[in-house]
Nanobody
Framework: QVQLVESGGGLVQAGGSLRLSCAAS??????MAWFRQAPGKEREFVAA????????VYADSLKGRFTISRENAKNTVYLQMNSMIPEDTAVYYC??????????????????WGQGTQVTVSS
């Protein structure tokens, strides 16, 4: 088990940017992902990244606006969010999976979760 701590959430105007961070010791052994959950909706996949950072996967609707990256030396994963829209409002969760290879998108495959950070985009 790894303890994940997210930070960087907050209030931003439409068109603005935010960068979320997720930190934990030993992160380099884990595939990492971001999910989000809006009020009254299911938790949905946002982006995932392989252990070394060489492979990334995005939700189709978010490609081009969101970027996932990692710095294993700092045990930190990031989610850069640009051109934000009100529909991006949600609690964003960091997730980890002890595995190598191409990062996966299925929520059930990730067994380590952060506490979530609220992101609100005003119109």
């Amino acid at each position: 088990q790894v303890q994940l701590v997210e930070s960087g959430g907050g209030l931003v105007q439409a068109g603005g940017s935010l960068r979320l961070s997720c930190a934990a010791s030993g992160l380099s052994y884990y595939q990492m992902a971001w999910f989000r959950q809006a009020p009254g909706k299911e938790r949905e996949f946002v982006a995932a990244i392989s252990r070394g950072g060489g492979s990334t996967v995005y939700a189709d609707s978010l490609k081009g606006r969101f970027t996932i990256s990692r710095e294993n030396a700092k045990n930190t994963v990031y989610l850069q969010m640009n051109s934000m829209i009100p529909e991006d409002t949600a609690v964003y969760y960091c997730a980890a999976r002890f595995a190598s290879g191409v990062p996966l998108t299925a929520r059930g495959l990730y067994n380590n979760w952060g506490q979530g950070t609220q992101v609100t985009v005003s119109s």
